[in-house]
Every structure is written in C-alpha cells, then in structure tokens.
C-alpha cells in the first residue's frame, strides 16, 4: 500500500516528465508533416465550392480549430475531476496546461468564423446560438485561466478552477447541437456541405488531415507545458534537483 | 493541381483577404505558442538551478 502511494505521489510526475519532453519533439514532427500535406489538398488540390467559392477554403482550418476548441475544454474538465478526486498533482497540472491552448483555439474557431462570415454571411458575427455558445466557451477558458493562473494560494485557485470547468461543460452539447435545436444562421454538419461526391472526398481529407495536425500539436504542446508546470511545482523535490544537476554537469 | 497561375492561387477568386487572414493568424499562433513554452521551460529551469546554489 505504502509503495503504490509513493509511486502515486513521487513517481509518476518524474516519470511524465521525462516520457513527455522526449514525445514532444515526434508530436510536433507529426503536426507539421500533416499539416503540410492537409494544405496541399485543401488550399491547391481542391476545387472551389459552387456556392462559397474560394472563401469555403477556411473552413479547412475553422472546423478542426472549433473542434479542438470543445474537445480540449472536455479534456480539461476531465482532469479537473480526476485531481478533485484523486488529488493526483499530475491532473491539475494537465487541466493547467490545456487551458490557454483550448483557449487559442477557440479564438481561433471564433476569428476564422468571421473571416469566413463576411464574404458568406455578409457579416463578421450574428448573435445566433452556435456563434453565442462558442463564445460563451471562450469566456469560461479565460474564467478558468483567471481563477486558476492568478490564485494565491494555488490548491484553492485550482479546486475553484475546477468547479467551473465542471459546471461550464453543460455549454459543450449546446455547441455541438446548437445548429439543430435552434434555427441558426450558422450550418450544420460540415460534411454534407458538398455536392459532388468527389469533391466532398477531397475536401472532407483535407479537413481530416488538419484535424490530425490539431490533434498532434495540441498533444505536443500541452505535454510541454505540463512537464514544465511538474517541473515549477516540484522544484523541491529530489528528482527535479538531480535533473537540473545532471543537465548543468552536461 | 487545381489553379491554373499562382496570382490565382493568392487571389482566392477575390476572398484572398479573407483566406490569408485566416490562415496567417492561425499559423502564427500555432508557431508563437511553442517558442513562448520553449522560453518558459528554460526560464523555469534557469530559475530552480538558480535557486538551488
């Protein structure tokens, strides 16, 4: 009992530590490499749009940002509840570090949104459900940033962090169905947005492609800032001292 | 290869602005975020070393 709480308590941050910081560098080789190959296909392979012509090729980057944008407040309200239930320093630590990334990407969702709104829409932003919810997404991140990054004392700052992350998650399924329940400007399902069957494949690998790319840079970066989060709150422990040592006598 | 000259391609059938200016924020964003990690990693490990004479 007494080694399985040591390996819990000791253990395992020393051992994400040195497991992320060697992912990290193949995590970001991932990212670009598909990212790469993700704009080949969607900005000169693909077609335009009848409909959106040439405009459409946002959404190449949009529908993966917006994506990653509710996938990664899911993640971070996951590890929210697993460090309120288990203390686990890893879980806290993780819900940290994916905070200002799934806030950039909502950014990210909301900014290209609009790039793509003008020429389409005829306007920048509509106070219509899925623009509104995504929004309301970007403002429980920047809550959850303040509560947790500008606490004194950071057991309290995280703990409240938490419940908010845990309450805000209701606003996920009203992103997500926010197109069906309420009759939006905004569209629905990406992938049925096409017409001709061939071009819907190339479009839909593209978009695939990114998503990949997201998926990989947000892993790569996030474990970064995990390991440096460990680093910062373990600074007194044995393993962080010896590591620093044995990189100074390098 | 779909567009015929690249002054089409960077054209974008006249939403050039509105493509490139998605794009470009997206990639400058997703370029800033590691190096600002990178920094801060260096920082946090200067600041223990530090700490630690």
């Given at each position: 009992m007494t080694s399985l709480f040591r390996f819990y308590t000791f253990a395992a941050p020393s051992r994400f530590y040195a497991l992320a910081t060697r992912s990290v560098p193949w995590l970001y080789a991932l990212a670009m490499m598909s990212a790469l190959i993700a704009l080949y296909v969607g900005l000169l392979l693909a077609p335009t749009d009848v409909t959106q012509g040439d405009?459409?090729?946002?959404?190449?980057?949009?529908?993966?940002?917006?994506?990653?944008?509710?996938?990664?407040?899911?993640?971070?309200?996951?590890?929210?509840?697993?460090?309120?239930?288990?203390?686990?320093?890893?879980?806290?630590?993780?819900?940290?570090?994916?905070?200002?990334?799934?806030?950039?990407?909502?950014?990210?969702a909301l900014w290209t949104g609009a790039l793509w709104g003008k020429p389409t829409w005829g306007t920048w932003w509509v106070w219509d459900a899925r623009l509104t919810s995504e929004l309301i997404l970007l403002f429980l991140y920047l809550g959850y940033l303040a509560m947790v990054e500008g606490a004194d004392d950071r057991q309290r700052g995280e703990r409240a962090g938490a419940l908010l992350a845990l309450v805000g998650v209701v606003n996920i399924p009203i992103i997500y169905f926010s197109v069906r329940w309420w009759n939006t400007l905004h569209q629905g399902a990406t992938i049925s947005m096409t017409a001709a069957p061939k071009m819907a494949n190339t479009m839909l690998q593209g978009m695939l492609l990114?998503?990949?790319?997201?998926?990989?840079?947000?892993?790569?970066?996030?474990?970064?800032?995990?390991?440096?989060?460990?680093?910062?709150?373990?600074?007194?422990?044995?393993?962080?001292r010896a590591f620093v040592q044995s990189r100074e006598e390098r | 290869m779909y567009w015929n000259t690249w002054s089409d391609f960077w054209a974008m059938g006249g939403y050039g602005l509105y493509v490139w200016g998605s794009y470009a924020c997206v990639l400058v964003w997703l370029l800033l975020e590691p190096l600002l990690e990178r920094r801060a990693h260096k920082r946090a490990l200067s600041q223990i070393s530090d700490d630690a004479e």
């Open positions: 405009a459409y090729r946002i959404i190449y980057i949009h529908v993966p940002a917006a994506w990653m944008s509710m996938v990664l407040y899911l993640a971070l309200a996951g590890w929210s509840v697993v460090g309120w239930a288990t203390n686990a320093k890893l879980a806290y630590a993780l819900s940290r570090a994916i905070a200002p990334t799934g806030a950039a990407f909502t950014v990210l990114m998503t990949v790319a997201f998926w990989a840079y947000a892993f790569a970066v996030i474990f970064a800032r995990t390991s440096r989060l460990i680093l910062e709150r373990e600074a007194d422990s044995s393993w962080v | -």
